[in-house]
């Protein structure tokens, strides 16, 4: 329930706060959506993350606390990894005691952009990126891919939950300025990138070929042949083509899909259609 104070009891700025606080809400912030639900989304975790800091802020007034408590148990939800960068915002407001109803407001306006950007570095870029020079290396044996992988991947998602929250704490709501303002064209060219690397993957790894042979006399009818003449990795392009509208128009999970491929490469396989 939504406290009707407009503002704290003591509005005496408190002393920033330092760094093993700060370190200690960006462990923390790896359990933001371990208590996930449907009703505030991610609230409860968003509390946990920051609750060190409040603690810290609000240490000399314990109605204080109560109230910032109250209020950032409100709906929450933003990208995963990059949540450091709200809660530095919001810590470096709750440091200063401005007034609640822009606390709450700059909280919503930090949480929104995060989504389609967070999206954009790791889903579109970070994570085909890395999984394509991996996989390669895992396909071929070496152990090194795996490791690799989720090496490259916590180097980076770690480095952006440090960064962020010392960044924005420093700022304060001068972070979503600067964050915000070429949001637009970094999360395209980020998306673009991401669809060119998903590509790239399709006609490198795809080995899905047909094996149907047409009897000609001496000059046999490849189909195969006929299809790699027209666009070479036709059969992968396709396959991945129909997956995507199935998931994006049909709304299909990611694991029925798979179990489809499943079906359609144990059918081709037995009838012969697929080499």
Same mark, same amino acid.
């Given at each position: ?12 700025? %408190? ?16 359990? @933001? ?18 609750? +060190? ?11 204080? /606390? ?29 440091? $200063? ?7 709450? %407001? ?6 929104? +952009? /995060? ?41 980076? $998602? ?9 960044? !924005? ?9 600067? /964050? ?8 395209? %060219? ?28 001496? !000059? ?15 059969? +992968?392009?396709? @396959? ?36």
């Amino acid at each position: 329930m939504a406290s009707n104070a407009t503002h704290y009891n003591n509005l005496t700025p %408190a002393k920033p706060l330092d760094k093993a606080t700060l370190n200690k809400m960006v462990f923390r912030s790896l359990n @933001l959506q371990a208590s996930f639900n449907y009703e505030r989304m991610q609230a409860a975790g968003w509390l946990y993350c920051i609750l +060190p800091g409040l603690e810290k802020i609000h240490s000399d007034n314990k109605e204080d /606390l109560k109230l910032s408590m109250e209020h950032n148990l409100e709906f929450f939800n933003t990208h995963p990894f990059l949540v450091t960068f709200v809660m530095g915002i919001i810590l470096s407001l709750e440091q $200063q005691k401005a007034d609640i109803e822009t606390i709450r %407001a700059v909280r919503v306006a930090a949480m929104g +952009p /995060l989504g389609g950007i967070g999206d954009a570095i790791f889903w579109f870029t970070l994570v085909p990126i890395t999984a394509g020079i991996t996989s390669n290396m895992a396909i071929n044996g070496s152990l090194a891919g795996p490791i690799m992988f989720l090496l490259i991947f916590n180097i980076v $998602q770690f480095a952006c939950r440090f960064f962020l929250m010392y960044w !924005s704490y420093n700022l304060g709501t001068k972070a979503i300025d600067i /964050l915000t303002a070429n949001a637009k064209e970094f999360t395209r %060219a980020a998306s673009m990138l991401g669809v060119f690397i998903v590509g790239a993957l399709t006609s490198n790894y795809g080995g899905t070929t047909v094996a149907t042979v047409i009897e000609n006399g001496d !000059s046999p009818i490849v189909i195969q042949s006929i299809l790699d003449g027209v666009l070479p990795k036709l059969i +992968p392009l396709a @396959l991945t083509l129909g997956l995507f509208f199935l998931m994006k128009k049909k709304n299909w999970k990611p694991v029925t899909c798979i179990a489809l491929l499943l079906v359609i490469g144990l059918v081709g396989a037995f009838f012969g259609i697929f080499a």
